[in-house]
């Protein structure tokens, strides 16, 4: 950011004038703008490359995390419908066993309705 600051005296009405000038520049990035970088490593040589094998380690960092995530989420998701699998193969154990006893009981009392 630079900033330019001007005073000028008008003798005549004895008023002052200031004129300010201000310059920012945003710069976003995982590692600082070419001419910061240049600045780090006039500073203090090998800076440089240290704060870019830092942003790549970084991101080599958050992939992994992702990855992580995404395999977790897949495993959390195939134990959801393995669950809900065996459920529906409990309930259906449960109907056939009723209706079996059903059929059994129906058996059993119809010589008594002949």
């Known amino acids: 950011m630079a900033k330019n600051t001007t005073l000028r005296n ?9 004129t300010a ?13 070419p001419e910061i ?17 830092l942003a790549e380690d970084e991101s080599a960092h958050r992939r992994k995390l992702e990855l992580m995530t995404i395999d977790a989420n897949i495993s959390a998701q195939q134990q ?5 699998f065996q459920q529906t ?3 259906f154990r449960s ?8 059929l059994i ?5 119809s010589p008594l309705c002949f």
């Open 80 to 84: 959801q419908l393995d669950l809900g």
């Open 21 to 33: 000038h201000q310059t920012v520049t945003h710069y976003e990035g995982a590692i600082p703008h």
């Open 105 to 109: 009981v129906c058996l059993q009392l």
């Open 10 to 18: 008008k003798p005549a009405n004895n008023r002052v004038m200031a």
């Open 95 to 102: 109907d056939l066993i009723g209706q079996i006893s059903g």
């Open 37 to 53: 970088l240049r600045g780090f490593e006039l500073q203090v040589p090998g800076s440089a490359a240290r704060l870019i094998k």
């Open 89 to 91: 193969k409990s309930v």
